[in-house]
């Protein structure tokens, strides 16, 4: 186990990210089309053929998750990465046409002192997506880097630097578990300004540090405290959790759900009005053991205990911008 989400079967992940920019993505290929589904709940999602994931639509696989930085701009990567699948022979076959499916969800990281030159001179730039979207996917293997790298290159948190995370875990039945998350959150992964995260409580050995929780939480730690006071807030945590399990699209939107919990243990706030906090999650279908609730309720629940671990791993992994009045990571705070 890497203890990382590639330890679900057929899962591979690649990141690109551009240091002068200080924006990147993140690919999750999976190695055959994979049921999976959704949840949405941020006030501010920016996504790309997120619908189709619904239960009641038509379309059941997918090949790819895209998770990247640029806002609204970053929704390129997703054809980017298209066009490596295409390449690789995956997709569906329409008229004797391939056609993948990469869903996608954007965070906003527009502000964190990177050259947007795309937003200066629109008639002479343009923005890196497309090409950060086909780089990562190009890149996707089973070992992948963590922190300031790919979707979370430049992501933030309200006190300290964001980054890319990633868990993985086996659960009572056999079942792999795992999560991606790009952490660019509105709110707070530490415990105020102590070096305790809020996810502390589910860390297996030292993956974020090892602090656990402080004996009592101090009264000046639950004063909210978050981005974007006295202007508008740049936000967003987006991820994936998968499973070797074997699921319906259904099955998958339950355990989206869950996950989603996993963000709410390990931010506070989260899913703001300027949030977009998505979920998606896969099943690989490795194990094709039958389905029921009380192994679905299993799956869930590990799915959202990974998530919370990424998001604090993520944190813990970043390293600060090179930028002025950038905010510090947590190694340089409290190693």
Same mark, same amino acid.
């Given at each position: 186990?890497?203890?990382?989400?590639?330890d679900?079967p057929?899962?591979l992940?690649? +990141?690109?990210?551009?240091?002068?920019v200080?924006?990147?993505?993140?690919?999750?290929?999976?190695?055959?089309?994979?049921?999976?589904?959704?949840?949405?709940? #941020?006030?501010?999602?920016g996504d790309?053929?997120?619908?189709?994931?619904?239960?009641?639509?038509?379309r059941? !696989?997918?090949? =790819?998750?895209?998770?990247?930085?640029?806002s609204?701009?970053?929704?390129?990567?997703? #054809?980017g990465?298209?066009?490596?699948?295409?390449?690789?022979?995956? #997709?569906?076959?329409?008229?004797?046409?391939?056609l993948p499916?990469?869903?996608?969800?954007?965070?906003?990281?527009?502000?964190?002192?990177?050259?947007?030159? *795309?937003?200066?001179e629109p008639?002479?730039?343009?923005?890196?997506? *497309?090409?950060? #979207?086909?780089?990562? $996917?190009? =890149?996707?293997?089973?070992?992948?880097?963590?922190?300031?790298?790919?979707?979370?290159?430049g992501?933030t948190?309200? +006190?300290?630097?964001g980054?890319?995370?990633?868990?993985?875990?086996?659960?009572?039945?056999?079942?792999?578990?795992?999560?991606?998350?790009?952490? +660019?959150?509105?709110?707070?992964?530490?415990?105020?300004?102590?070096?305790?995260? *809020?996810?502390?409580?589910?860390?297996?050995?030292?993956?974020?540090?090892?602090?656990? *929780?402080?004996?009592?939480?101090?009264?000046?730690?639950?004063?909210l405290?978050?981005?974007?006071?006295?202007?508008?807030?740049?936000?967003?945590?987006? =991820?994936?959790?998968?499973?070797?399990?074997?699921l319906t699209?259904?099955?998958?939107?339950?355990?989206?759900i869950?996950?989603?919990?996993? !963000?709410?243990?390990?931010?506070?706030?989260?899913?703001?009005?300027?949030?977009?906090?998505?979920?998606?999650?896969?099943?690989?279908?490795?194990?094709?053991?039958p389905?029921?609730?009380?192994?679905?309720?299993?799956?869930?629940?590990?799915?959202?205990?990974?998530? $919370?671990?990424?998001?604090?791993?993520?944190?813990?992994?970043?390293?600060?911008?090179?930028?002025?009045?950038?905010v510090?990571?947590?190694?340089?705070?409290f190693?």
């Open positions: 186990m890497r203890n990382l989400i590639t679900v057929g899962v992940v690649g +990141n690109a990210h551009d240091a002068r200080a924006t990147g993505a993140t690919v999750a290929i999976f190695e055959q089309s994979t049921v999976a589904s959704v949840s949405t709940l #941020g006030g501010a999602p790309r053929a997120v619908t189709l994931l619904e239960p009641e639509m038509t059941g !696989l997918i090949d =790819a998750v895209v998770l990247s930085g640029g609204i701009f970053g929704l390129d990567a997703a #054809g990465a298209t066009s490596v699948l295409s390449q690789q022979g995956k #997709g569906a076959q329409f008229g004797g046409i391939i499916v990469a869903v996608q969800a954007i965070l906003f990281d527009l502000m964190n002192g990177g050259e947007k030159d *795309w937003l200066k008639a002479t730039h343009r923005p890196p997506y *497309w090409d950060l #979207g086909r780089e990562a $996917a190009l =890149a996707a293997a089973s070992d992948f880097a963590l922190g300031t790298v790919g979707a979370g290159f992501g948190t309200a +006190n300290l630097k980054g890319l995370g990633s868990t993985s875990m086996r659960t009572r039945n056999g079942f792999t578990v795992g999560a991606l998350v790009a952490v +660019n959150a509105i709110g707070m992964a530490t415990i105020g300004d102590s070096p305790h995260f *809020w996810a502390g409580a589910y860390e297996q050995g030292n993956e974020f540090g090892g602090k656990g *929780w402080p004996a009592q939480v101090p009264q000046a730690a639950l004063e405290r978050f981005k974007g006071q006295p202007v508008q807030a740049t936000a967003t945590t987006i =991820a994936l959790v998968a499973t070797d399990a074997t699209k259904a099955e998958c939107k339950r355990m989206a869950m996950a989603n919990d996993g !963000l709410g243990r390990a931010l506070r706030p989260v899913h703001a009005p300027n949030d977009g906090d998505t979920v998606f999650a896969a099943a690989t279908a490795r194990i094709a053991t389905m029921d609730p009380m192994l679905l309720t299993e799956l869930g629940a590990a799915a959202a205990d990974c998530l $919370a671990r990424a998001v604090a791993r993520g944190v813990y992994e970043a390293k600060a911008l090179p930028y002025p009045k950038a510090p990571d947590w190694k340089q705070r190693a």
